[in-house]
């Protein structure tokens, strides 16, 4: 399974941006980059996802360095509601995909 | 849109018995995977059907689980008999499109099994 590495925690304030760094040196050159989050008690939810340009949504900016060995995830201003575990997932395969979870980084927001 | 949804939302079983759990994707999503948390573990694939059939069952742990997707909508997974190490929470998710680059899977709430 493609590895992924993200340190264990994080923390930030309310309204400040928060840069979830995710390490994938063993990308190949069809894996996509997929950032999935786990509130309390939810199920996972899909955050964003790109191949080698930057991306923006409406909840995030995914910036992905030119090697592709890395990638960050940027929520520009965090809110209390953000508090939750961020997995940084690389989708190998075609559509034959799975989605491998590693342990994410669990983010938490402070007032 | 309703989201994925699973029922029910937790179940307490004895060690030997049978439990089923049902997932019933978003409306018009040919896939449908199944995931689980078990205890202190990170969550784990079981399995994925693309309408009615089993593309891809590499991750059930053993012949106790079957996962069945009669008619290609709503999914059940069985385990029969549970063993304590099954409990854990148990994910469904669906998608539209997996051949799309684009492609993203929407989970549900998930199941919370104790097996006692």
């Known amino acids: 399974d493609a590895k992924t590495t993200q340190p264990n925690s994080m923390e930030s304030n309310e309204e400040e941006p928060v840069h979830l760094p995710c390490n994938h040196s063993t990308i190949s050159g069809t894996d996509y980059i997929h950032w999935y989050r786990q509130l309390p008690s939810q199920g996972p939810e899909y955050v964003i996802h790109?191949?080698?340009s930057n991306v923006n949504n409406r909840m995030a900016s995914l910036a992905i360095a030119e090697d592709r060995k890395s990638s960050t995830l940027i929520l520009h201003r965090a809110t209390l509601r953000d508090a939750a575990v961020y997995y940084c997932?690389?989708?190998?395969?075609?559509?034959?995909?799975?989605?491998?979870f590693g342990k994410g980084t669990l983010l938490t927001v402070n007032p | 849109e309703a989201g994925v949804t699973q029922f029910p939302s937790h179940s307490v079983i004895e060690k030997g018995q049978t439990v089923t759990l049902r997932c019933d994707p978003i409306s018009g999503h040919d896939n449908l995977y199944w995931y689980r948390r078990v205890m202190g573990k990170e969550i784990k694939f079981l399995l994925h059907?693309?309408?009615?059939?089993?593309?891809?069952e590499s991750g059930m742990p053993n012949n106790r689980f079957l996962a069945e997707r009669t008619g290609g909508t709503y999914s059940t997974l069985k385990v029969q008999p549970a063993e304590l190490e099954d409990s854990g929470v148990y994910f469904c998710a669906s998608s539209l499109a997996a051949d799309s680059s684009t492609d993203t899977q929407y989970f549900g709430p998930g199941t919370r099994l104790t097996v006692l």
């Open positions: 997932i690389l989708r190998v395969g075609g559509s034959n995909y799975k989605l491998t």
């Open positions: 790109g191949l080698t």
């Open positions: 059907f693309v309408k009615e059939s089993k593309q891809d």
